[in-house]
């Protein structure tokens, strides 16, 4: 069996050899090849990919493969892949459909479970303190990227650019915290509100762990029993992720064309290369620091962080990083509690793209911008973004609100909305490696990060 492995893996990389190659050489007129010849070649190396990813059985391969056709689909039938966005959405709503219980059951047996009231209060503070001190940072790495590379210089606007900005409510931060309070429970779950949720699942787990021992047991145990079939479902529905992740890809090649990347490179580039250094020089000391693994974390996370990176939602990687995230040796009352909170107050990718977007706005339109207005600007954003996750079309909101208070055009937001879905993957995939990382933290903090099971996390991952 292991030959046979072996064998098809130099199959399929000559295949794809051969593909890529073929079509470089077409692409610049070196050797010309028909389409037919060019579409035969890279669909035989998928199908070898294909078999490859059955044969592994491996999530991670399986998304990745998938990526890889959705990008074929999307590319040679742009039609047929826009109606595949049924898939996507099937994908996305089976994942809404787990998150409010995994929330609920695992926040209310982690506070009641343990009936240390004092820990939660605890990881409250430690939570919250770690949350502004980096997403400030991404903040002004934003800002430094923003400055270094220009990549608003030089852009006017297309003309009979007539195009309206959809119609949002700007909101204040008295309406921000007031949004963190749910009045009906059943309407925060019904629209995703998570940081409405963690609140109600809070107050419960309080009020089941003041309750006497004997009353409050069989409601733990059936809370917990409820957690791990949670987790059963998310298994479940991890077996579709290949699918809707694949039609997510497909769906965006098809509707924007493969040459999207040449519309604003520049601001492109300047956004990734920012998240890049967020990444090295901000997460990775953090991880040291720690005395996280960091080649380990990475490989514990690249299943959520893949499946919000094809996405472009948060939402559909947190069932999967929480249980990714436990078996690295979180415990899960810290997992339960940091992760869900850190959707609300600790989502890098998406500050750090704020304070980028609103300078390329200043730019693009030739404002005069100087640096205390900047930094005033840092810390508008270091409060306003604290109730990004809570807002629908919430990354827009913020950025309209930044740039009406400093008197910006809006002209330039539209052209970033028209590439937003491609930005919309680095920085979700960034928010979500932020959080996973912020519970290994908060867990080395708390002393309860489980050492032997982070060691032996590799061979708890599928091979």
């Not at 608003?152 to 949004?179: S, T, Y």
């Not at 990734?272 to 090295?280: E, I, K, N, S």
């Not at 604290?386 to 609100?401: E, F, N, Q």
Request: proline share 4%.
């Amino acid at each position: 069996m292991n030959n046979l492995k072996h064998r098809l893996f130099i199959v399929n990389w000559v295949l794809v050899t051969l593909a890529a190659l073929a079509t470089v050489l077409d692409k610049y007129e070196i050797i010309h090849f028909s389409d037919s010849i060019l579409i035969t070649l890279r669909w035989l190396a998928l199908t070898g990919l294909v078999i490859h990813a059955f044969i592994k059985q491996n999530l991670t391969t399986s998304i990745l493969v998938a990526m890889l056709v959705g990008t074929e689909i999307g590319y040679d039938f742009p039609e047929l892949a826009q109606n595949l966005k049924f898939l996507r959405k099937i994908f996305l709503q089976m994942i809404k459909t787990i998150i409010a219980p995994l929330l609920f059951a695992t926040l209310v047996a982690g506070i009641a479970g343990h009936s240390d009231l004092k820990q939660v209060g605890r990881m409250g503070w430690k939570s919250l303190l770690y949350f502004e001190v980096v997403t400030t940072i991404a903040l002004f790495i934003g800002l430094f990227f923003a400055n270094w590379f220009q990549p608003g210089a030089g852009i006017a606007p297309p003309k009979d650019f007539h195009d309206e900005l959809p119609k949002v409510h700007q909101q204040n931060w008295q309406d921000i915290i007031l949004h963190a309070f749910p009045e009906n429970i059943a309407k925060s779950i019904y629209e995703g509100q998570v940081l409405q949720i963690v609140v109600f699942s809070i107050i419960f787990g309080v009020s089941l762990a003041l309750l006497p021992a004997a009353k409050k047991t069989k409601m733990v145990h059936g809370v917990e029993l409820l957690a791990e079939v949670m987790f059963k479902f998310t298994k479940i529905v991890m077996l579709f992720a290949p699918i809707g992740v694949g039609a997510a890809i497909a769906e965006t090649v098809g509707h924007m064309g493969i040459d999207v990347l040449k519309n604003l490179a520049m601001l492109l580039a300047t956004l990734y290369c920012a998240l890049l250094a967020f990444l090295l020089l901000v997460l990775t000391p953090v991880a040291l620091v720690a005395r996280i693994p960091v080649f380990k974390f990475a490989k514990q996370i690249s299943e959520p962080v893949s499946i919000a990176f094809a996405t472009t939602s948060s939402e559909s990687a947190l069932p999967k990083a929480m249980e990714q995230m436990e078996k690295f040796g979180v415990p899960r009352q810290i997992v339960s509690f940091v992760m869900p909170t850190g959707y609300s107050f600790n989502l890098d990718g998406s500050t750090l793209y704020l304070a980028l977007a609103t300078i390329f706005v200043a730019q693009a339109s030739g404002t005069e911008f100087p640096i205390g207005q900047q930094i005033t600007m840092v810390l508008l954003l270091m409060l306003t973004s604290k109730g990004v996750a809570g807002i629908p079309r919430a990354t827009l909101v913020i950025l309209l609100g930044a740039v009406a208070n400093f008197g910006l055009p809006e002209w330039p937001v539209l052209l970033i909305m028209g590439i937003d879905e491609l930005m919309d993957m680095a920085r979700t995939s960034v928010n979500v490696i932020g959080n996973c990382l912020a519970t290994a933290v908060i867990g080395r903090w708390e002393g309860e990060l489980d050492d032997e099971k982070m060691h032996a996390s590799d061979q708890v991952v599928t091979p």
